[in-house]
Protein backbone atom coordinates (compact mmCIF):
# COMPACT_ATOMS: atom_id res chain seq x y z
CA UNK A 1 0.00 0.00 0.00
CA UNK A 2 1.04 3.75 -0.56
CA UNK A 3 1.25 4.50 3.05
CA UNK A 4 2.80 1.52 3.87
CA UNK A 5 -0.70 0.23 5.59
CA UNK A 6 -2.20 -2.98 5.07
CA UNK A 7 -5.72 -2.99 4.38
CA UNK A 8 -8.46 -4.70 6.02
CA UNK A 9 -9.89 -7.44 4.14
CA UNK A 10 -13.75 -8.39 4.30
CA UNK A 11 -13.18 -11.10 6.40
CA UNK A 12 -11.89 -8.95 9.31
CA UNK A 13 -13.90 -5.99 9.07
CA UNK A 14 -15.82 -5.17 12.11
CA UNK A 15 -19.25 -3.54 11.84
CA UNK A 16 -20.26 -4.24 15.32
CA UNK A 17 -17.44 -1.31 16.69
CA UNK A 18 -18.85 0.36 19.69
CA UNK A 19 -19.19 4.76 19.57
CA UNK A 20 -16.00 4.68 21.15
CA UNK A 21 -13.98 3.12 18.96
CA UNK A 22 -12.32 6.23 16.30
CA UNK A 23 -14.77 7.23 14.36
CA UNK A 24 -12.90 7.10 11.48
CA UNK A 25 -11.85 3.21 11.32
CA UNK A 26 -15.88 2.93 11.99
CA UNK A 27 -16.52 4.75 9.07
CA UNK A 28 -14.24 2.73 6.70
CA UNK A 29 -15.40 -0.17 8.06
CA UNK A 30 -18.95 0.68 7.06
CA UNK A 31 -18.28 2.17 3.61
CA UNK A 32 -15.54 -0.64 2.51
CA UNK A 33 -18.22 -3.69 3.37
CA UNK A 34 -20.71 -1.52 1.59
CA UNK A 35 -18.36 -0.96 -1.87
CA UNK A 36 -17.30 -4.16 -1.90
CA UNK A 37 -20.46 -6.36 -1.30
CA UNK A 38 -21.84 -3.83 -4.42
CA UNK A 39 -24.47 -1.87 -2.08
CA UNK A 40 -22.78 0.77 -3.15
CA UNK A 41 -22.37 0.69 -7.11
CA UNK A 42 -19.26 1.08 -9.08
CA UNK A 43 -19.48 4.94 -10.22
CA UNK A 44 -22.13 6.07 -7.65
CA UNK A 45 -21.07 9.90 -6.07
CA UNK A 46 -21.10 9.37 -2.76
CA UNK A 47 -22.54 12.55 -1.06
CA UNK A 48 -21.08 13.90 2.00
CA UNK A 49 -23.76 15.34 3.56
CA UNK A 50 -25.99 12.48 3.86
CA UNK A 51 -23.29 9.92 4.75
CA UNK A 52 -22.07 12.45 8.02
CA UNK A 53 -25.93 12.81 8.56
CA UNK A 54 -26.33 8.48 7.99
CA UNK A 55 -23.45 7.82 9.87
CA UNK A 56 -23.66 10.27 12.61
CA UNK A 57 -20.51 12.01 12.43
CA UNK A 58 -18.45 14.96 10.99
CA UNK A 59 -16.85 15.30 7.95
CA UNK A 60 -13.13 15.24 9.47
CA UNK A 61 -13.76 11.59 10.14
CA UNK A 62 -15.50 10.70 6.67
CA UNK A 63 -13.08 12.51 4.66
CA UNK A 64 -10.16 9.90 6.61
CA UNK A 65 -12.41 7.19 5.73
CA UNK A 66 -12.70 8.48 2.50
CA UNK A 67 -8.92 9.15 2.21
CA UNK A 68 -7.68 5.64 3.14
CA UNK A 69 -9.92 3.94 0.79
CA UNK A 70 -9.12 6.11 -2.00
CA UNK A 71 -5.91 5.06 -1.17
CA UNK A 72 -6.87 1.41 -1.66
CA UNK A 73 -8.49 2.23 -5.10
CA UNK A 74 -11.88 1.91 -3.94
CA UNK A 75 -13.07 5.19 -4.25
CA UNK A 76 -11.55 7.99 -6.75
CA UNK A 77 -11.64 11.93 -6.21
CA UNK A 78 -13.55 13.08 -8.88
CA UNK A 79 -12.64 17.25 -9.65
CA UNK A 80 -15.50 19.69 -8.48
CA UNK A 81 -17.77 16.65 -8.11
CA UNK A 82 -16.36 15.04 -4.70
CA UNK A 83 -15.91 11.39 -3.62
CA UNK A 84 -17.71 8.17 -6.30
CA UNK A 85 -17.12 4.83 -5.90
CA UNK A 86 -14.15 3.56 -8.42
CA UNK A 87 -15.50 1.86 -11.54
CA UNK A 88 -14.79 -1.93 -12.57
CA UNK A 89 -13.64 -2.63 -15.55
CA UNK A 90 -12.31 -5.65 -18.00
CA UNK A 91 -8.99 -4.05 -17.64
CA UNK A 92 -8.58 -3.43 -13.90
CA UNK A 93 -9.98 -7.54 -13.99
CA UNK A 94 -7.21 -8.74 -16.47
CA UNK A 95 -4.52 -6.69 -14.52
CA UNK A 96 -5.50 -7.75 -11.09
CA UNK A 97 -5.93 -11.19 -12.46
CA UNK A 98 -2.44 -11.48 -14.37
CA UNK A 99 -0.74 -9.49 -10.98
CA UNK A 100 -2.27 -12.60 -8.87
CA UNK A 101 -1.04 -15.20 -11.03
CA UNK A 102 2.16 -14.01 -10.14
CA UNK A 103 1.78 -13.50 -6.26
CA UNK A 104 -0.17 -15.53 -5.43
CA UNK A 105 0.70 -19.09 -7.13
CA UNK A 106 3.89 -18.38 -5.86
CA UNK A 107 3.18 -18.18 -2.77
CA UNK A 108 1.52 -21.14 -2.94
CA UNK A 109 4.68 -22.73 -3.87
CA UNK A 110 6.46 -21.78 -0.82
CA UNK A 111 3.43 -22.50 1.44
CA UNK A 112 4.28 -25.88 0.27
CA UNK A 113 8.09 -25.29 1.34
CA UNK A 114 7.60 -23.35 4.68
CA UNK A 115 3.81 -24.31 5.92
CA UNK A 116 3.51 -25.84 9.37
CA UNK A 117 1.20 -28.52 10.38
CA UNK A 118 -0.62 -26.10 11.79
CA UNK A 119 -0.84 -23.94 9.30
CA UNK A 120 -2.73 -27.09 7.19
CA UNK A 121 -4.85 -27.53 9.88
CA UNK A 122 -5.85 -23.58 9.59
CA UNK A 123 -6.48 -23.66 5.61
CA UNK A 124 -8.68 -27.47 6.18
CA UNK A 125 -10.81 -25.56 8.47
CA UNK A 126 -11.35 -22.61 6.13
CA UNK A 127 -11.61 -24.93 2.58
CA UNK A 128 -15.17 -25.33 3.14
CA UNK A 129 -17.08 -22.31 1.09
CA UNK A 130 -21.33 -22.06 0.95
CA UNK A 131 -23.29 -19.91 -1.37
CA UNK A 132 -25.69 -20.49 -3.97
CA UNK A 133 -25.06 -18.33 -7.30
CA UNK A 134 -27.90 -16.47 -8.09
CA UNK A 135 -28.52 -15.97 -4.52
CA UNK A 136 -27.02 -12.57 -3.67
CA UNK A 137 -28.37 -13.16 -0.06
CA UNK A 138 -25.00 -15.57 0.62
CA UNK A 139 -22.76 -13.96 -1.34
CA UNK A 140 -21.12 -12.30 1.62
CA UNK A 141 -20.57 -15.28 3.63
CA UNK A 142 -18.64 -16.83 0.37
CA UNK A 143 -16.34 -13.71 0.16
CA UNK A 144 -15.64 -13.93 3.90
CA UNK A 145 -14.83 -17.68 3.70
CA UNK A 146 -12.67 -17.39 0.56
CA UNK A 147 -10.86 -14.04 1.70
CA UNK A 148 -10.36 -15.86 4.99
CA UNK A 149 -8.38 -18.98 3.42
CA UNK A 150 -6.77 -16.72 0.56
CA UNK A 151 -5.17 -15.12 3.52
CA UNK A 152 -4.36 -17.76 5.60
CA UNK A 153 -2.47 -19.13 2.68
CA UNK A 154 -0.21 -16.29 2.53
CA UNK A 155 0.36 -15.97 5.58
CA UNK A 156 2.07 -19.14 6.03
CA UNK A 157 4.40 -18.27 4.01
CA UNK A 158 6.04 -16.08 6.97
CA UNK A 159 6.11 -13.03 4.39
CA UNK A 160 4.44 -9.85 5.37
CA UNK A 161 5.44 -7.76 2.10
CA UNK A 162 4.26 -11.04 -0.02
CA UNK A 163 1.12 -10.99 2.49
CA UNK A 164 0.31 -7.33 2.30
CA UNK A 165 0.42 -7.48 -1.97
CA UNK A 166 -1.75 -10.71 -2.26
CA UNK A 167 -4.34 -8.53 0.60
CA UNK A 168 -4.19 -5.80 -2.03
CA UNK A 169 -4.59 -7.57 -5.17
CA UNK A 170 -7.97 -9.83 -3.45
CA UNK A 171 -9.21 -6.50 -1.66
CA UNK A 172 -8.86 -5.02 -5.00
CA UNK A 173 -11.15 -7.60 -6.80
CA UNK A 174 -13.74 -8.45 -3.87
CA UNK A 175 -16.04 -6.67 -5.74
CA UNK A 176 -15.72 -8.62 -9.20
CA UNK A 177 -15.31 -10.93 -6.97
CA UNK A 178 -18.70 -10.75 -5.73
CA UNK A 179 -20.89 -9.94 -9.40
CA UNK A 180 -18.44 -13.10 -10.58
CA UNK A 181 -20.57 -15.38 -8.17
CA UNK A 182 -23.55 -14.71 -10.53
CA UNK A 183 -22.10 -17.19 -13.02
CA UNK A 184 -20.17 -19.24 -10.69
CA UNK A 185 -19.18 -22.79 -10.00
CA UNK A 186 -21.26 -24.57 -7.09
CA UNK A 187 -19.73 -24.26 -3.47
CA UNK A 188 -18.51 -27.80 -3.63
CA UNK A 189 -16.23 -27.76 -6.73
CA UNK A 190 -14.97 -24.62 -4.90
CA UNK A 191 -14.54 -25.97 -2.10
CA UNK A 192 -12.91 -29.50 -4.09
CA UNK A 193 -10.20 -26.42 -5.12
CA UNK A 194 -9.21 -25.43 -1.57
CA UNK A 195 -8.66 -28.94 -0.69
CA UNK A 196 -6.79 -30.06 -4.06
CA UNK A 197 -4.20 -26.82 -3.02
CA UNK A 198 -4.00 -28.02 0.58
CA UNK A 199 -3.40 -31.63 -0.55
CA UNK A 200 -0.31 -30.46 -3.01
CA UNK A 201 0.86 -28.10 -0.07
CA UNK A 202 1.00 -30.81 2.61
CA UNK A 203 3.12 -32.92 -0.06
CA UNK A 204 5.37 -30.47 -0.18
CA UNK A 205 4.71 -30.23 -4.12
CA UNK A 206 5.54 -26.34 -4.89
CA UNK A 207 4.81 -26.56 -8.99
CA UNK A 208 1.34 -28.35 -8.42
CA UNK A 209 0.58 -25.78 -6.06
CA UNK A 210 1.67 -23.59 -7.90
CA UNK A 211 -0.22 -24.75 -10.93
CA UNK A 212 -3.33 -25.20 -9.24
CA UNK A 213 -3.90 -21.83 -7.61
CA UNK A 214 -2.86 -20.31 -11.42
CA UNK A 215 -6.10 -22.19 -12.73
CA UNK A 216 -8.20 -21.34 -10.38
CA UNK A 217 -7.35 -17.69 -10.70
CA UNK A 218 -7.33 -18.13 -14.60
CA UNK A 219 -10.84 -19.16 -14.53
CA UNK A 220 -12.03 -17.35 -11.38
CA UNK A 221 -11.16 -14.37 -13.88
CA UNK A 222 -13.11 -15.97 -16.82
CA UNK A 223 -15.99 -15.92 -14.29
CA UNK A 224 -15.54 -11.99 -13.25
CA UNK A 225 -15.70 -10.98 -16.76
CA UNK A 226 -18.60 -13.14 -18.01
CA UNK A 227 -20.50 -11.30 -15.24
CA UNK A 228 -18.91 -7.83 -15.93
CA UNK A 229 -20.47 -8.91 -19.24
CA UNK A 230 -23.66 -9.49 -17.92
CA UNK A 231 -23.69 -6.19 -15.43
CA UNK A 232 -23.22 -4.16 -18.56
CA UNK A 233 -25.48 -5.69 -20.50
CA UNK A 234 -28.48 -5.56 -17.80
CA UNK A 235 -27.59 -1.21 -17.53
Known amino acids: ?30 LKHRILTCALEPEKKLNEKSLTQE ?20 VSLVQFKG ?7 TDDICHLSELRRIVESEAAAIAAVRATTADRERLRSLAELHYTPGDRKTYESY ?8 FALVRSTRNPRLEAVVISVLDQLQRPLYLGLDVGIDAKAATDEHLAVIAAIAA ?6 RD ?13 LAALGGAATRG
Open 55 to 74: LGVSRTPLREALNRLALEGL
Open 212 to 224: LTATQIANTERRM
Open 83 to 89: YAVSPIT
Open 1 to 30: MPDGRIPTPVSELDLTMPARVALPDRVYAV
Open 143 to 150: LRENTSFH
Open 204 to 209: HDAARA
